[in-house]
C-alpha cells in the first residue's frame, strides 16, 4: 500500500530548520506554522519570514488562518505570487482563545458555509487548497460532515481531519469512527488523518481502523523526526535503525542557526531540546542546563558531555 505522510503545521516548531530535518527523514509533504491571513495583507516582515522556504522542502503547503474570505484571496494571490508554495490549507482547528475569540481557527466550524467561502476565495490564487478540521466545536455539535461538505463543493482537493473535537483538546481518544465516515462520504477528495500517531503501531491503527492513505504527524515528530521513516519501515516491514541522536541535535542546531539569528535560534531551540531530552535517562540536570544555555558553545559542550563524545 502507498501510504503518504505529511508533517503537521504546528506553530513554534515546525520552521525551516525543522521541516528540512522532516524531510531528510522521509516526510513525503511539508505544512508551514499557521500564517495570518490578515498579517499577509499588511505586507507583515515576520509573517513573510514564516512563509520563506528552501527548495528541499517542498512540496510544501502554506497554512492560513483568518476569519474573512477576502483576506485569504489577498494573502492567498500574494503568497502564490512570491514564494510559490504546493498549495495552501485553512485552519478550521486551532483552539487558541485569542485566536477563537476573533472568530478564527475552530471557531470556523459554527459556519460550513463561511468555509466554503473562504476555500473559493483562497482557490483564486489558482493552487489546491485544503482545510484542516477537527471532529466538531464540542461533542453535542460534531459536524465534521458539513464542514467537509462546503469545504468540498467550493473545491478543497484535500480534507484534514484531526480526529477530536476542539473541547477534546490536544488529549481526548481519537475518534477512528468519525475519520472513517469522512472518507466514505467524499471518496474523491483525498482524505488526511490526523491525531495520536507517535509510533509505527499507531500508524498502522490510523490507516487500518480509517481507511486513508494519507496520514499526519504532528507532535509525535518532536524530538523524533525520523518516525516518518520509521513508520515506512515498517509498513514494507523492513528493518530500522534510529539514527544516532547526538547527530541529528547537532544537525537540527545547524539547521537552527543557519536559518534564524542566533539570538533567536537558541531560545527557539531550548523546547525543541526539551523534546529530545524527554525519556532519557540521566538527562535532568542536562536538560536543566540547556534552558539556561545562552550561547552555542555552551550547548555544544552540555551535548558532548552528555552523549560522550
Ligand atoms: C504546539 C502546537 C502547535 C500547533 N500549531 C498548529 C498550527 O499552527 N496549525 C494547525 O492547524 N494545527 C496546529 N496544531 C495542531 C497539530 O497540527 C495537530 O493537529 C494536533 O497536535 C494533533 O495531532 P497529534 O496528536 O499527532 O499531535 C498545533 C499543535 C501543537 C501541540
Given at each position: 500500500?502507498?501510504?503518504?505522510?505529511?508533517?503537521?503545521?504546528?506553530?513554534?516548531y515546525?520552521d525551516?530548520?525543522?521541516?528540512?530535518?522532516?524531510k531528510?527523514?522521509?516526510?513525503?509533504?511539508?505544512?508551514?506554522?499557521?500564517?495570518?491571513?490578515?498579517a499577509?495583507?499588511?505586507?507583515d516582515a515576520?509573517?513573510?519570514?514564516?512563509a520563506?522556504?528552501?527548495?528541499?522542502?517542498r512540496?510544501?503547503?502554506?497554512?492560513?488562518?483568518?476569519?474573512e474570505?477576502?483576506?485569504?484571496?489577498?494573502?492567498?494571490?500574494?503568497?502564490?505570487?512570491?514564494?510559490?508554495?504546493?498549495?495552501?490549507?485553512?485552519?478550521?482547528?486551532?483552539?487558541?482563545?485569542?485566536?477563537?475569540?476573533?472568530?478564527?481557527?475552530?471557531?470556523?466550524?459554527?459556519?460550513?458555509?463561511?468555509?466554503?467561502?473562504?476555500?473559493?476565495?483562497?482557490k483564486?490564487?489558482g493552487?489546491?487548497?485544503?482545510?484542516?478540521?477537527?471532529l466538531?466545536?464540542?461533542?453535542?455539535?460534531?459536524?465534521v460532515l458539513?464542514?467537509?461538505?462546503?469545504?468540498?463543493?467550493?473545491?478543497?482537493?484535500?480534507?484534514?481531519?484531526?480526529?477530536?473535537t476542539r473541547?477534546g483538546?490536544?488529549?481526548?481518544?481519537?475518534?477512528f469512527?468519525?475519520?472513517?465516515?469522512?472518507?466514505?462520504?467524499?471518496?474523491?477528495?483525498?482524505?488526511?488523518?490526523?491525531g495520536?500517531?507517535?509510533t509505527?503501531?499507531?500508524?498502522?491503527?490510523?490507516?487500518?481502523?480509517?481507511g486513508?492513505?494519507?496520514?499526519?504527524?504532528?507532535?509525535?515528530a518532536?524530538g523524533?523526526?525520523?518516525?516518518?521513516?520509521?513508520?515506512?519501515?515498517?509498513?514494507?516491514?523492513?528493518?530500522?535503525?534510529?539514527?544516532?541522536l547526538?547527530?541529528?541535535?547537532?544537525?537540527h542546531?545547524?539547521?537552527?542557526?543557519?536559518?534564524?539569528?542566533i539570538?533567536?535560534?537558541?531560545p527557539?531551540?531550548?523546547?525543541?531540546?526539551?523534546?529530545?531530552?524527554?525519556?532519557?535517562?540521566?538527562?535532568?540536570?542536562t536538560?536543566?542546563?540547556?534552558?539556561?544555555?545562552?550561547s552555542?558553545?555552551?550547548?555544544?559542550?552540555l551535548?558532548?558531555?552528555?552523549?560522550?563524545?
Amino acid at each position: 500500500m502507498s501510504v503518504t505522510l505529511s508533517l503537521a503545521p504546528l506553530a513554534g516548531y515546525t520552521d525551516r530548520a525543522f521541516r528540512t530535518l522532516a524531510k531528510e527523514h522521509g516526510a513525503d509533504l511539508v505544512y508551514s506554522e499557521m500564517i495570518s491571513a490578515k498579517a499577509v495583507c499588511f505586507s507583515d516582515a515576520k509573517t513573510r519570514e514564516l512563509a520563506s522556504f528552501g527548495e528541499v522542502e517542498r512540496p510544501i503547503c502554506f497554512q492560513l488562518f483568518g476569519r474573512e474570505p477576502q483576506d485569504f484571496e489577498i494573502a492567498a494571490k500574494t503568497l502564490a505570487r512570491d514564494f510559490s508554495p504546493e498549495g495552501f490549507d485553512v485552519n478550521c482547528g486551532c483552539p487558541v482563545p485569542k485566536i477563537v475569540k476573533s472568530g478564527e481557527g475552530s471557531e470556523l466550524m459554527r459556519s460550513p458555509a463561511l468555509i466554503g467561502h473562504i476555500v473559493t476565495a483562497t482557490k483564486k490564487a489558482g493552487l489546491p487548497v485544503s482545510v484542516k478540521l477537527r471532529l466538531g466545536v464540542d461533542e453535542e455539535h460534531k459536524n465534521v460532515l458539513d464542514c467537509a461538505r462546503a469545504a468540498s463543493e467550493s473545491g478543497a482537493e484535500r480534507i484534514i481531519v484531526h480526529g477530536r473535537t476542539r473541547e477534546g483538546g490536544f488529549s481526548a481518544p481519537i475518534d477512528f469512527a468519525s475519520i472513517a465516515r469522512v472518507r466514505e462520504e467524499f471518496p474523491n477528495v483525498e482524505i488526511v488523518a490526523n491525531g495520536g500517531i507517535n509510533t509505527p503501531a499507531d500508524a498502522r491503527e490510523m490507516l487500518e481502523k480509517t481507511g486513508v492513505t494519507h496520514l499526519m504527524i504532528a507532535r509525535g515528530a518532536l524530538g523524533h523526526p525520523w518516525l516518518f521513516d520509521e513508520i515506512k519501515a515498517d509498513l514494507d516491514a523492513r528493518p530500522f535503525v534510529a539514527p544516532d541522536l547526538y547527530e541529528v541535535i547537532c544537525h537540527h542546531l545547524e539547521l537552527a542557526c543557519t536559518f534564524k539569528p542566533i539570538s533567536r535560534a537558541l531560545p527557539e531551540m531550548r523546547s525543541q531540546l526539551a523534546f529530545y531530552f524527554k525519556g532519557q535517562r540521566g538527562a535532568a540536570r542536562t536538560r536543566e542546563a540547556l534552558m539556561r544555555a545562552t550561547s552555542r558553545a555552551q550547548i555544544d559542550t552540555l551535548l558532548k558531555e552528555f552523549f560522550n563524545r
